[in-house]
């Protein structure tokens, strides 16, 4: 089992950056995808970044050049971030940190992040 904490989030006015941080801790796997989603309100959940254990990244179009995720090991921890600058009302949504290894997808609970404009 792997568990996954979030922190960061909150409420930015248009342009501002936010910074998320995601820890996994349990069972980790040498190789495994750390990343984000989200879904905004009456939407679907989204991809917008995932990032591996050998630090390659994969980013939504909409988020590209704005957004960085990286990720960092610590022993038995394993901590992903999301740097969010530039920030636009369309990007307010729930974040979630997700964390895949062999066939199985872990979900953190979410966090608020809320942009106005």
């Known amino acids: 089992q792997v568990q996954l904490v979030e922190s960061g989030g909150g409420l930015v006015q248009a342009g501002g950056s936010l910074r998320l941080s995601c820890a996994a801790s349990?069972?980790?796997?040498?190789?495994?995808?750390m990343g984000w989603y989200r879904q905004a309100p009456g939407k679907q959940r989204e991809f917008v970044a995932t990032?591996?254990?050998?630090?390659?990244?994969?980013?939504a179009e909409s988020v590209k050049g704005r957004f960085t995720i990286s990720r960092d090991r610590d022993n038995a921890k394993n901590t992903v971030h999301l740097q969010m600058n530039s920030l636009k009302p369309e990007d307010t949504a729930v974040y979630y940190c997700n964390h895949v290894q062999g066939a199985v997808r872990y979900w953190g609970q979410g966090t608020q992040v809320t942009v106005s404009s």
């Open positions: 990032i591996t254990t050998g630090s390659n990244t994969n980013y």
């Open positions: 349990g069972r980790i796997f040498n190789y495994n995808v």
